[in-house]
């Protein structure tokens, strides 16, 4: 499964690093024959406008993969300080941080997002990872909380607590390098996640208009009639690629649980 799943993340990692100098156009470039079928000169055909297709979709994968980098990232920060100190410090502090994340987690996120990114605008890519990361922590913070909670009682740490060291530092040396694993599994969930939030701010025509992306693919083609038309060519790689991806990284999420859990592997 982690192979799999790893084996189709890659591919569209590398085409989206390499996609870009395979083609000689740009993804906002028109005077190309509109409408064209993929073929040798163009790979996935043009659009009803006249653009090229391919030079969309691999730009497109580069910044759905950038959104989605950047948003774990920011997410998985804000979780781990969140949940790290809640579950270390215990008492009243976790009492605070608990209760600031269940009201959180309680916000429709999508709603939220939909209401902020049509109050502020079209933004920058950057603006919009960093949106969807702010957005994205709690459930990652109440599973680290729970965690640490379990593993601040552990001997190892109360023989840390002993010497004399800062909280902050036992966590660091102490309880984060043995949530490792876990910590690597929350962060492939918060990126394949804020990919798919992504795509969908995008396609509603909510996400930046400058910067080309699977999302503002499909919204253009929606816009410009393509499933009418039948240009296949236009609507369904980007929909593809975002549903392998997401589902590449769900895969590998499962692999990576049965390697660093035996118990859930098949005899």
């Known amino acids: 499964k ?28 028109f005077g190309y024959p509109t409408g064209e079928s993929p073929s040798s000169e163009r790979w996935l055909g043009t659009t009803s406008p006249g653009q090229d297709v391919f030079a969309q979709f691999v730009y497109g994968l580069r910044a759905s993969f950038l ?3 950047v948003a774990g990232i920011v997410a998985a920060v804000i979780g781990m300080a969140v949940g790290f100190t809640a579950g270390y410090r215990g008492g009243a502090v976790d009492d605070v941080l608990s209760m ?10 999508l709603a939220v997002l939909i209401v902020v990114s049509a109050y502020i605008g079209q933004g920058s890519l950057l603006g919009e990872a960093v949106l969807i990361g702010i957005t994205s922590w709690p459930w990652a913070a109440r599973a ?13 740490v109360s023989l840390a607590r002993l010497t004399g060291r800062r909280g902050s530092k036992i966590v660091a040396t102490e309880i984060a390098p043995n949530m490792s ?3 690597v599994l929350v962060f492939i969930l918060l990126f ?15 996400g930046p208009s400058n910067v080309m992306s699977l999302g503002l693919m499909l919204n253009l083609a929606v816009s410009n009639a393509a499933l009418q038309l039948q240009m296949w060519w ?14 590449g ?11 660093f859990n035996p118990k859930l592997r098949r005899t």
Not at 234 to 247: D, K, N, Q, S, Y
């Open 144 to 156: 680290i909380r729970a965690q640490t909670f379990s593993l601040a009682t552990r001997e190892f």
């Open 192 to 206: 394949g996640s804020s990919i798919l939030i992504a795509a969908t701010l995008d396609f509603l025509g909510l």
């Open 181 to 183: 694993s876990y910590l």
């Open 67 to 69: 959104v989605g980098a």
């Open 234 to 247: 236009w609507f369904i790689p980007p929909g593809l690629a975002i549903t392998a991806i997401v589902g």
């Open 249 to 259: 990284l769900y895969v590998m999420n499962v692999g990576l649980d049965e390697i």
């Open 100 to 109: 600031l994340t269940n009201v959180v987690l309680v916000i429709p996120t």
């Open 2 to 29: 982690l192979v799999i799943g790893f084996t189709v993340v890659l591919f569209f990692l590398v085409l989206a690093i390499v996609g870009p100098w395979l083609t000689d156009a740009e993804p906002f470039e």
